[in-house]
């Protein structure tokens, strides 16, 4: 049709990311953009498809040396400069907002961007209010109450260690509960080969040195991200370095792992609870953009805050075995539990001695973020009665219960030693 202006790709991909679709907030589709804007003629997507091939994603673009970003065809001085300028400011930490006084006002000048008007009259600026959305499951670490045996009294709350690193990563999205990266793969890799005894204190250090980015920004950053995820509490527990070791290359490790890093985004038990539990019964399964609605409901946070932290969760909870993406669907697994897995995630939320109803373990929010059959639970509990990790389980007129005896560091000895039957 004459008159007609049609828009380049690139143009509506520019649109897509305003108004924060999904379909602009994935790793390759933001890379796209930043070569767009560096590269004013021709198509970016060739040198985008030619970036991700060498570097493997827009993170390895960004740590990039500049003498690497140049030799891709297309990318210019300029090109690696945006790319290095963009890298400096994720990894820059956020400056305290300065408060200004207020002024009173006066005339404006003309500028290029406003009509001068003569007979306009300058309003005194009345003060706005704006209403913050709260999010239903604030980040806090560690978990302030965990579950108590049957008639025991109210334990004290916890009181987190000094050197709990609350403030260890870089949150950029402080208080809206979300995250930008996942690095639960990372987190997997390393944790066999964290020595034994390290602490809190020379963690970090031992990360940076050992995380495959080549810029140091990069490493600091995903070693802030690993060392919150594997130890939310903020202390390097020698139990969870061990059991690594006798698990390094297997499933229990993944899911140990993993139910580490729900501890560290608790965000991620209301997601299993809302999302991910519907949809397992759903032939469809659920929709990215099903999953980024709920996190915009759920938490105060940018479009681009929100696409960032939806990757990130499907990234997790794709290495985690949890879903599979096809396309634009995201298909959701109720797994199987494993035994040495159950042990440990069971150890871990109901560490205390004594006797628990089964209701509360399996209205348990780690439990839940498992994704773990249910009518697995009970055959998972005998089997560890079985094996002397519980002292008894009873199934009495419908009242079923579990009694512990050990805390998580004898159940992983035990595990270990155990390996080769498992």
């Known amino acids: 049709m ?7 790709p690139t143009e509506q991909l520019r649109e ?6 999904p379909q602009a907030m994935t790793d390759d589709a933001l890379l796209q953009l ?3 804007f560096a590269v004013h003629h021709g198509d970016p997507v060739p040198a985008t498809k030619a970036l991700v091939d060498k570097f493997g994603g827009i993170d390895g673009v960004l740590a990039a040396p500049m003498s690497e970003l140049v030799t891709i065809p297309g990318i210019k001085d300029y090109t690696a400069t945006l790319f290095k300028l963009v890298e400096h400011l994720r990894a820059r930490p956020a400056s305290p907002v300065r408060k200004t006084k207020q002024v009173k006002k006066t005339a404006p000048e003309p500028s290029l961007f406003s009509q001068p008007s003569t007979d306009e009259k300058i309003k005194p600026a009345e003060p706005q209010t704006t209403e913050a959305k709260t999010p239903s499951h604030p980040q806090v670490l560690p978990e302030i109450m965990a579950p108590r045996p049957i008639a025991e009294k109210p334990a004290e709350p916890f009181a987190p260690s000094s050197t709990a690193h609350h403030v260890l990563r870089e949150k950029e999205n402080e208080g809206t509960g979300l995250f930008a990266k996942a690095y639960l793969a990372e987190s997997i890799a390393l944790l066999p080969r964290i020595p034994l005894g390290t602490t809190i204190h020379n963690l970090g250090p031992w990360l940076r040195d050992n995380m495959g980015f080549s810029a140091e920004s990069m490493r600091k950053r995903a070693a802030s991200y690993v060392s919150l995820r594997l130890f939310p509490s903020g202390v390097v527990d020698d139990t969870l370095l061990q059991f690594a070791r006798a698990f390094a290359g297997h499933t229990e490790l993944t899911d140990v792992c993993f139910y580490r890093f729900c501890q560290a985004e608790p965000l991620m038990y209301d997601v299993a609870e809302n999302v991910l539990w519907p949809a397992v019964a759903s032939a469809e399964g659920v929709s990215r953009a099903q999953l980024l609605s709920f996190l915009r409901d759920r938490a ?13 969760m499907l990234k997790a909870l794709r290495t985690a075995g949890i879903v599979t993406v096809e396309g634009r669907s995201i298909r959701v697994t109720m797994r199987q539990p494993l035994v040495t897995s159950f042990a ?3 150890s871990s939320a109901f560490g205390r001695p004594g006797m628990y109803n089964v209701d509360e373990l399996e209205q348990n929010r780690a439990f839940r973020a498992m994704l773990w059959d249910p009518l697995q639970t009970m055959p998972m509990l005998y089997e560890l009665r079985n094996r002397g990790l519980l002292s008894k389980v009873s199934e009495i007129d419908g009242v079923r219960q579990f009694t512990t005896h050990g805390d998580l560091a004898s159940v992983v000895e035990a595990l270990s030693a155990d390996k080769g039957l498992l």
């Open 2 to 8: 004459a008159g007609t202006k049609h828009k380049l």
């Open 16 to 21: 897509d990311f305003v108004a924060g679709k």
């Open 34 to 36: 930043l070569v767009a």
């Open 300 to 312: 105060a946070g940018s479009d681009v805050a929100l696409g960032m932290c939806t990757s990130a």
């Open 344 to 346: 440990f995630v069971l």
